[in-house]
């Protein structure tokens, strides 16, 4: 139970990684809010979550939007007493050809990945700076590496070996 007291959120934690993570936290004791920006897949970790006896609240929020992220953080703190784990996982991707990745598209999937993750750490850091908390950033492999479908080319290969 190392997280036992603690509140844990997580983002984009109604599917996938960030709803094994909430699971995972809450199995460790936490208290683990959830948020993304469906409701029902954000309730549906809640109830896993609560029916393994763990504690769990999911709200809905989109991160890009800064004022209700700083709602939804304040909303957090204030149901839960604090705050001592950030783990920014929200992410948006569209599998296609980058030739037909239109530019909102892309705006759409940088706007979630970096604006998301600022506005979350930087709207988060004076509670988790009370708690002496963290912050974990969940990244994609493939903003290094190509990957079918996605528009991320491989980095350059060094121009000398040694």
């Given at each position: 139970?190392?997280?036992?007291?603690?509140?844990?959120?997580i983002t984009g934690g109604g599917s996938g990684l960030g709803r094994a993570m909430a699971q995972a936290f809450a199995q460790e004791g936490a208290t683990v809010a959830t948020i993304?920006?469906?409701q029902e897949a954000l309730d549906e970790t809640s109830r896993l979550i609560e029916e393994g006896g763990g504690k769990a609240l999911g709200i809905s929020c989109d991160v890009r939007d800064a004022a209700r992220v700083g709602e939804t953080i304040a909303q957090v703190v204030q149901r839960t007493g604090r705050l001592d784990v950030l783990v920014n996982n929200a992410a948006g991707?569209?599998?296609?050809?980058?030739?037909q990745l239109s530019p909102n598209g892309f705006?759409?999937?940088v706007d979630?990945?970096?604006?998301?993750?600022?506005?979350c750490?930087?709207?988060a850091f004076d509670a988790l700076k009370e708690s002496r908390g963290?912050?974990?950033?969940?990244?994609?492999t493939y903003a290094w590496?190509?990957?079918?479908?996605?528009s991320t080319p491989p980095p350059p290969k060094p121009a000398c070996s040694t």
């Open positions: 139970m190392r997280y036992e007291g603690k509140t844990v959120l993304g920006r469906r991707n569209f599998i296609s050809p980058s030739e705006k759409a999937v979630i990945v970096l604006l998301g993750t600022f506005n750490s930087r709207l963290a912050i974990l950033n969940i990244i994609a590496t190509a990957s079918p479908a996605r």
